[in-house]
């Protein structure tokens, strides 16, 4: 129980980690997280990160199932999403992945 509790805590950027571990629970989130963690794969010239047409092309899934899938991972943080013209930019937040990891690891 205790465990449960002080996984309930928020991290250092306001998000539950419970809510962040649920985010990663689902295997395409983790995939899509993985893939906004590499380099030079953007179609808009951006080093890091991935517009959403880029997603739905490299995990084949719709639009609609792409962005429910952003949206949880905004919810709990681990990403940001930017508006570029048409498109929607987004990246990791890498201090909240590894604040994320760190108060998981911590909790075990």
């Not at 990663?24 to 906004?36: E, N």
């Amino acid at each position: 129980m205790a465990i449960l509790m002080a996984m309930n805590t928020k991290n250092g950027n306001g998000h539950h980690l419970t809510e962040q571990l649920r985010a990663v629970a689902d295997p395409t989130r983790r995939r899509i997280l993985r893939m906004l963690g590499e380099k030079g794969h953007c179609s808009i010239g951006e080093s890091t990160g991935l517009c959403a047409r880029d997603i739905e092309a490299k995990i084949k899934l719709s639009q609609p199932t792409v962005s429910h899938h952003m949206k949880i991972l905004a919810d709990a943080g681990l990403i940001t999403g930017q508006r570029r013209g048409q498109w929607t930019w987004y990246r990791r937040d890498e201090t909240a992945v590894r604040q994320m990891t760190k108060k998981f690891r911590e909790e075990l």
